[in-house]
Structures are given as structure tokens and as C-alpha cells.
């Protein structure tokens, strides 16, 4: 058997093992990224930043800008914009994590995807919300900077737990 051969039946036979790198990891980000969002969605109810819709406007307004930010309603519109913008963005993220904690157990993927979870908070909420979307930084909080965490260590948990089904 060749090393070329060889190296194909490893793959073959590690995509019958779980699911596919690939897979495991969008599957992973999408599933935090709904966790995500429901944690948010409890935190801007219980400190009164915009209810339960809140955080979908406010990631909706990212197109849509500030003028779909009214105080006090929920519109659909924007909290559909809110989904379209964030679930493929926990789809992205959860494949960076999952390159980041291939073949790693699963505590320590949870740690690293944490760090990321952590790091996306200070890019987004620090150096981007600021002087582009400056209605994020009523909720730049420990509240979010902890969701944003358990995103990450979700997605990495997930990543590598799915991939071993």
C-alpha cells in the first residue's frame, strides 16, 4: 500500500467515524450560536435592553442601520435581519474553532473555543462596534463578554464530540 492510499483510507475511514471536520463544525457553531442567542435574548429582558428581540435588532441594524432600533417594539423585519446576519456568522466561527481544536479533547476544545468565543468579543465590541456600530455598546457588558465565551467553548465541545459520534 502506497502512503498516498494510505493516507485516503484514514480519511475515509475517519469520516465514518462522525461527522465530517467540516460538518461537525458548522453544525457546532450554529447549535452555540442558537444558545447564543437565547442567552442574550434573557439578558436584554432581565436588564431592559430592548426585550426579548433586542439583540436581533440590534444585529439587523448592522444593515438596516440605527433607524431599526425603535425603543420598546419588536419588529420583525429586523429580528429576521438579525438571524440572516448571525447564524451565518456562527457558522463561520464555528469553523475557525473547529480547525482550532482538531484533534483535541474535548475540555481542551472547550477552552479554546472560550479564547476565540472571548477574543471575537474584543474585536466586536472594542474595536469595531465603536465607529460602526456604536448601539452595541449598551450591551458591551460582562453578560455578553461571558456569552460570547460560552459560544466558543460550546462550539468547541461540539466540534469535537460530533466528529465522534
Known sequence: MTARSDRRTRFALRAVDG????????????????????AQMSLSTALGFGGPAGSLQRIGAMLLGPDALPPGQTL???????????????L?????????VRGRPALVAAARGAAVGVAFFVIAFYL???????????????????????????????AVRLRHL
Open 19 to 38: 461527522l465530517s471536520e467540516g460538518a461537525a463544525s458548522g453544525i457546532a457553531g450554529l447549535v452555540a450560536g442558537l444558545a447564543y442567542l437565547g
Open 76 to 90: 420583525f423585519v429586523e429580528a429576521a435581519m438579525g438571524l440572516m446576519i448571525h447564524l451565518p456568522l456562527s
Open 92 to 100: 463561520v466561527l464555528g469553523l475557525l474553532i473547529g480547525s482550532l
Open 128 to 158: 469595531v462596534a465603536p465607529s460602526a456600530f456604536p448601539w452595541f455598546l449598551e450591551v458591551r457588558n460582562l453578560g455578553t463578554a461571558l456569552d460570547h465565551a460560552m459560544f466558543g467553548a460550546l462550539t468547541g465541545w461540539l
